[in-house]
């Protein structure tokens, strides 16, 4: 267990460390996500490594939101001002990945 942990944490690390040195737009734990996802896709680290680990985190994963509803809560009057166009983007960009999944697992479905 931990050592699948320690996997998972050096991944969010490495993430942290190419966006800190690259400056990209995207934030370090995705691209931890990202690699960590291109290291079980190419075999690199075994899904069994980092599985003991996963299964406990997916398991409380409600808990991981609780930041994100706090600071909903902090931003409370600038999303009271701008309430339609927030609205209009998330509305609009659910049904866009709603499509768009469809859409690439009908493809990936066909092969």
Same mark, same amino acid.
């Given at each position: ?5 320690? @996997? @998972?944490? %050096?991944? $969010?690390? $490495? ?7 690259? =400056? /990209? ?8 996500? /990202?690699? @960590?996802? *291109? ?7 075994? $899904? ?8 406990? *985190?997916?398991?409380? %994963? /409600? ?10 809560? /902090? ?12 609205? *209009?983007?998330? *509305? ?7 499509? %768009?999944?469809?859409? @690439?697992?009908? =493809? %990936?479905?066909?092969?």
């Amino acid at each position: 267990m931990l050592k699948s942990l320690t @996997i @998972i944490f %050096l991944f $969010l690390i $490495l993430g942290e460390f190419v966006n800190y040195i690259f =400056k /990209v737009p995207i934030a370090g734990n995705i691209i931890g996500m /990202v690699l @960590i996802f *291109l290291a079980l896709k190419f075999k690199l680290i075994k $899904l069994e490594m980092v599985k003991p680990a996963s299964d406990k *985190l997916l398991k409380y %994963l /409600v808990l991981f939101f609780v930041p994100y509803g706090v600071g909903l809560m /902090v931003h409370f009057e600038t999303i009271k001002a701008h309430w339609f166009s927030i609205g *209009l983007a998330v *509305l609009g960009s659910t049904i866009l990945t709603l499509y %768009l999944t469809a859409f @690439i697992q009908e =493809k %990936l479905q066909k092969k």
